[in-house]
């Protein structure tokens, strides 16, 4: 990637800039200034987009923290001019800074030294307003030696940077210490960058060996100049990859010095489908699940179907106590039951996890899974939703659907289950729309939610990954993990990923050619080796970025991966030591409940509305901030260690620590119109 050199930028004298606008700066560590009147700064970023993907990526955690911002699109020609005007005003005889961080996608997008570069940069010295540069290149214009004067410029796959002192000590904090950019292809450059040398003025946060060289040099830093911070990040990258992810937090927070609406927190949860009930078997001879309509062949007796032990129940309790991890089990009662009596009316596997019920969280799964959508007509591949006479879509009814909620429910409150009632899983997510052949959801799903009580419902992320209604319930959209739920071993599990995954030439089934959204492995995996060495990492990536994302949206496999071999563990195993490698002790996983999680997404989306609405106000005037939201509007706040709520009548301690900040969701208290924040 090549680059001409840039002249350096001619500012202008600062105590000049001052005294032209008449303003004061707010005294966010700006040498120079002491405010007669303290300005207001409001609580919303400065977008400018070139349409780049770094740009984007931190535009995509903006949007998902829940910070306000407006976006200036360059390649727009009727955008915006930015002019002291944009940028600042006043408001009540107040000087307004408009905006408390700015995003570029260099350090000059508009051309050194023209009206629009010349009016940003007098906007940030006269009120302390910082600077991030999304991606740019090592060059003295942004406190950098030249990459020729000891750094280097290339790829930087696979390298493994390291927070350095003055990041951890810093807005960095949050995280141990090295980490490693991803190279998930050898043979695809995946990131590209400039590791240089500081200069006078440079405050590197963190850094790299320097390949082929000696030292250490700079890939995200802090540039103090002429009145103003830049942070420099100098490798390209985009909103998924690792290396991205695991710095996004600290790039916003040092943008927002550490104070901003919104809050991002790092979400792991796993649902474990089909408890007490047996899952069907892979046929590796067949290339199919017996059981299934598409599944024909075969004569003799079939396989034996996949359940847990007693000793897996150990083994999970276990696990989740080495771990302090809680798996949530979604539970089938009736199946359990039906298993029980063909199996001479003992169940060691339902006593074990029964007299271990309070080390997990328990949600429904109906009691014996049937599908609770249109009534199936399986005559022909694929099925089809079967006719009434008249031509209308035949349902199973409110009644059938109420009692399999009510039924499972009821049988687990008779064992002493920890629930809560307002949870639920349904069979294959059924009775929510399944396209292509049931393309809304079954009209008596609503009445029978309504009956039990049921405000949250799974749905499929692969298929509906935005919270909706289901009546009056929302759903909770789950990952899918792809450890699929008809293989108890690591040999079946392979097997099965090679048909999905290798094309016809290969012996696969050649979908993964067929289908846009997959790609063929060069070669099928080895089956006795292939589940460690290519889907547990690969697998555990995915759960991994999803986590880091400040995503809560929960993961879900089957009882059968926690039986025979045991599969699923491997995967979790690696998610969580990777999460604790990467992440400091005060920036825990969190594990929610469902009804935790569906109420996080509620609010998000509530929290969204108003702020494209218009309909929020928030600012900062020195230690105070003010949050104005519509009447009942749950408003997510991060502020410093130390800060406080003000309320009609004294103090109350605000939100929750994370990653070094406080951060929650909260309302004006009694009698109060608006959130007053007292910082620190």
Same mark, same amino acid.
């Given at each position: 990637?090549?680059?001409?050199? +840039?002249?350096?930028?001619?500012?202008?004298?600062?105590?000049?800039?001052?005294?032209?606008?008449?303003?004061?700066?707010?005294?966010?560590?700006?040498?120079?200034?002491?405010?007669?009147?303290?300005?207001?700064?409001?609580?919303?970023?400065?977008?400018?987009?070139?349409?780049?993907?770094?740009?984007?990526?931190?535009?995509?955690?903006?949007?998902?923290?829940?910070?306000?911002?407006?976006?200036?699109?360059?390649?727009?020609?009727?955008?915006?001019?930015?002019?002291?005007?944009?940028?600042?005003?006043?408001?009540?005889?107040?000087?307004?800074?408009?905006?408390?961080?700015?995003?570029?996608?260099?350090?000059?997008?508009?051309?050194?030294? =023209?009206?629009?570069?010349?009016?940003?940069?007098?906007?940030?010295?006269?009120?302390?307003?910082?600077?991030?540069?999304?991606?740019?290149?090592?060059?003295?214009?942004?406190?950098?030696?030249?990459?020729?004067?000891?750094?280097?410029?290339?790829? &930087?796959?696979?390298?493994?940077?390291?927070?350095?002192?003055?990041?951890?000590?810093?807005?960095?904090? @949050?995280?141990?210490?090295?980490?490693?950019?991803?190279?998930?292809?050898? =043979?695809?450059?995946?990131?590209?960058?400039?590791?240089?040398?500081?200069?006078?003025?440079?405050? =590197?946060?963190?850094?790299?060996?320097?390949?082929?060289?000696?030292?250490?040099?700079?890939?995200?830093?802090?540039?103090?100049?002429?009145?103003?911070?830049?942070?420099?990040?100098?490798?390209?990258?985009?909103?998924?990859?690792?290396?991205?992810?695991?710095?996004?937090?600290?790039?916003?927070?040092?943008?927002?010095?550490?104070?901003?609406?919104?809050?991002?927190?790092?979400?792991?949860?796993?649902?474990?489908?089909?408890?007490?009930?047996?899952?069907?078997?892979?046929?590796?001879?067949?290339?199919?699940?017996?059981?299934?309509?598409?599944?024909?062949?075969?004569?003799?007796?079939?396989?034996?179907?996949?359940?847990?032990?007693?000793? !897996?129940?150990?083994?999970?309790?276990?696990?989740?106590?080495? +771990?302090?991890?809680?798996?949530?089990?979604?539970?089938?009662?009736?199946?359990?039951?039906?298993?029980?009596?063909?199996?001479?009316?003992?169940?060691?596997?339902?006593?074990?996890?029964?007299?271990?019920? $309070?080390? @997990?969280?328990?949600?429904?799964?109906?009691?014996?899974?049937?599908?609770?959508?249109?009534?199936?007509?399986?005559?022909?591949?694929?099925?089809?939703?079967?006719?009434?006479?008249?031509?209308?879509?035949?349902?199973?009814?409110?009644?059938?659907? =109420?009692?399999?909620?009510?039924?499972? /429910? #009821?049988?687990?409150?008779?064992?002493?289950?920890?629930?809560?009632?307002?949870?639920?899983?349904?069979?294959?997510?059924?009775?929510?729309?399944?396209?292509?052949?049931?393309?809304?959801?079954?009209? #008596?799903?609503?009445?029978?939610?309504?009956?039990?009580?049921?405000?949250?419902?799974?749905?499929?992320?692969?298929?509906?990954?935005?919270?909706?209604?289901?009546?009056?319930?929302?759903?909770?959209?789950?990952?899918?993990?792809?450890?699929?739920?008809?293989?108890? $071993?690591?040999?079946?599990?392979?097997?099965?990923?090679?048909?999905?995954?290798?094309?016809?030439? !290969?012996?696969?089934?050649?979908?993964?050619?067929?289908?846009?959204?997959?790609?063929?492995?060069?070669?099928?995996?080895?089956?006795?080796?292939?589940?460690?060495? /290519?889907?547990?990492?690969?697998?555990?990536?995915?759960? &991994?970025?999803?986590?880091?994302?400040?995503?809560?949206?929960? +993961?879900?496999?089957?009882?059968?991966?926690?039986?025979?071999?045991?599969?699923?563990?491997?995967?979790?195993?690696?998610?969580?030591?990777?999460?604790?490698?990467?992440?400091?002790?005060?920036?825990?996983?969190?594990?929610?409940?469902?009804?935790?999680?569906?109420?996080?997404?509620?609010?998000?989306?509530?929290?969204?509305?108003?702020?494209?609405?218009?309909?929020?106000?928030?600012?900062?005037?020195?230690?105070?901030?003010?949050? #104005?939201?519509?009447?009942?509007?749950?408003?997510?706040?991060?502020?410093?260690?130390?800060?406080?709520?003000?309320?009609?009548?004294?103090?109350?301690?605000?939100?929750?620590?994370?990653?070094?900040?406080?951060?929650?969701?909260?309302?004006?208290?009694?009698?109060?119109?608006?959130?007053?924040?007292?910082?620190?």
């Amino acid at each position: 990637m090549a680059h001409t050199a +840039h002249r350096r930028r001619n500012h202008r004298n600062a105590a000049a800039v001052l005294a032209a606008a008449g303003l004061l700066t707010l005294g966010l560590s700006v040498p120079g200034a002491a405010a007669a009147e303290e300005p207001r700064v409001d609580l919303r970023v400065l977008v400018v987009d070139n349409g780049d993907g770094p740009v984007q990526a931190i535009t995509a955690q903006l949007r998902s923290t829940g910070i306000p911002y407006t976006t200036v699109d360059l390649n727009d020609a009727n955008r915006p001019a930015i002019t002291s005007a944009f940028l600042s005003d006043t408001v009540g005889g107040r000087p307004r800074a408009r905006f408390q961080g700015v995003v570029l996608p260099n350090e000059a997008p508009f051309g050194a030294g =023209s009206a629009e570069q010349t009016a940003l940069e007098g906007y940030e010295r006269t009120y302390g307003i910082p600077q991030v540069d999304a991606y740019t290149w090592a060059h003295p214009g942004v406190g950098l030696d030249y990459t020729s004067e000891g750094g280097w410029a290339g790829t &930087l796959d696979g390298q493994e940077p390291s927070v350095t002192t003055q990041g951890r000590a810093g807005y960095f904090g @949050y995280l141990d210490g090295a980490f490693d950019f991803e190279d998930n292809d050898p =043979s695809v450059s995946e990131s590209y960058g400039y590791i240089a040398r500081p200069r006078t003025g440079f405050t =590197s946060y963190v850094d790299v060996p320097v390949p082929g060289g000696s030292g250490r040099g700079s890939l995200v830093g802090e540039y103090s100049h002429d009145g103003r911070r830049e942070l420099v990040v100098t490798f390209a990258y985009n909103q998924y990859q690792q290396q991205f992810r695991v710095l996004a937090r600290g790039i916003v927070e040092w943008l927002t010095q550490g104070i901003h609406l919104g809050q991002a927190r790092n979400y792991f949860a796993v649902h474990v489908d089909d408890v007490f009930a047996p899952d069907a078997r892979w046929d590796t001879e067949r290339n199919c699940t017996p059981g299934d309509i598409d599944c024909v062949g075969g004569g003799g007796e079939e396989a034996a179907p996949i359940r847990m032990t007693a000793a !897996d129940a150990v083994y999970a309790a276990q696990w989740q106590r080495d +771990h302090g991890f809680k798996l949530d089990m979604v539970y089938n009662a009736g199946s359990g039951e039906e298993w029980k009596s063909e199996n001479g009316g003992t169940d060691a596997l339902t006593d074990r996890l029964l007299a271990d019920r $309070t080390q @997990y969280r328990w949600i429904n799964h109906t009691y014996t899974h049937p599908f609770l959508g249109c009534v199936q007509d399986t005559s022909t591949v694929p099925w089809s939703c079967a006719k009434n006479a008249g031509g209308s879509t035949q349902y199973m009814s409110r009644s059938e659907i =109420s009692a399999q909620i009510r039924n499972n /429910h #009821n049988w687990g409150v008779s064992k002493g289950l920890p629930l809560d009632r307002t949870e639920l899983v349904t069979g294959e997510h059924s009775g929510l729309k399944t396209l292509p052949q049931q393309p809304a959801d079954n009209p #008596n799903l609503a009445g029978a939610l309504a009956d039990n009580g049921v405000k949250w419902i799974a749905s499929d992320n692969s298929r509906e990954p935005a919270q909706r209604s289901a009546g009056a319930a929302l759903t909770v959209p789950r990952y899918p993990m792809n450890v699929y739920y008809n293989t108890g $071993t690591e040999a079946e599990m392979a097997d099965e990923y090679n048909w999905i995954y290798t094309s016809t030439a !290969d012996g696969g089934s050649g979908i993964c050619a067929t289908n846009p959204a997959s790609t063929c492995l060069d070669e099928p995996l080895d089956t006795a080796t292939g589940y460690d060495d /290519h889907i547990v990492p690969q697998e555990a990536r995915i759960a &991994l970025g999803h986590a880091v994302s400040n995503d809560p949206r929960p +993961h879900y496999a089957h009882q059968s991966n926690l039986a025979e071999d045991r599969i699923l563990y491997p995967v979790l195993d690696k998610v969580l030591a990777d999460y604790q490698a990467l992440f400091a002790a005060d920036t825990p996983v969190e594990n929610l409940a469902q009804s935790a999680i569906g109420t996080e997404l509620q609010r998000r989306t509530a929290w969204q509305n108003a702020v494209a609405n218009g309909s929020v106000t928030a600012y900062r005037i020195g230690r105070t901030v003010t949050v #104005n939201a519509p009447s009942g509007t749950q408003i997510p706040v991060t502020a410093p260690e130390g800060t406080v709520k003000q309320l009609l009548l004294g103090t109350s301690a605000f939100g929750t620590p994370y990653a070094g900040k406080r951060s929650g969701w909260t309302t004006p208290g009694l009698l109060q119109s608006a959130v007053t924040l007292r910082l620190p």
